[in-house]
């Protein structure tokens, strides 16, 4: 009995056919399009998503963001004010974008 596959399922790059999607240009030579993993992330807007649906890769790349911004004001010595607008203007706006 042939497998069945389902077409509700994305299959991984190993299991796709082995054909080149080629798109053709202006001056008449094609552009290859690479096949990517379903759990392999990329980075469209500022966000970072994946095929599958995963959005753990786009949670960390946030906190990284956070996490460096809080590491850089406890290394400089600024006033706590200019650390709020800092927050306020800035992180805040970059954390929840996306």
Same mark, same amino acid.
């Given at each position: 009995? #042939? /497998?069945?596959? $389902? #077409? /509700?399922?994305l299959r991984s790059l190993?299991?796709?056919p082995k054909y080149? =999607? =080629? &798109?053709?240009?202006?001056? +008449?030579? #094609?552009a290859p399009i690479p096949l990517? /993993?379903?759990? $392999?992330?990329e980075?469209?807007?500022g966000v970072w998503s994946?095929? $599958?649906?995963?959005? +753990?890769v786009h949670i960390e790349k946030k906190m990284e963001v956070g996490h460096l911004w809080a590491?850089?004001?406890?290394?400089n010595k600024c006033p706590a004010g200019d650390g709020w607008l800092g927050f306020r203007?800035? =992180? &805040? #706006?970059k954390v929840t974008y996306g």
């Open positions: 009995m #042939p /497998d069945v596959v $389902d #077409p /509700d399922v190993r299991q796709l080149k =999607l =080629l &798109i053709p240009q202006k001056n +008449g030579t #094609p990517r /993993d379903v759990n $392999d992330a980075e469209t807007l994946c095929p $599958d649906g995963d959005f +753990g590491e850089r004001l406890r290394r203007y800035s =992180l &805040i #706006p």
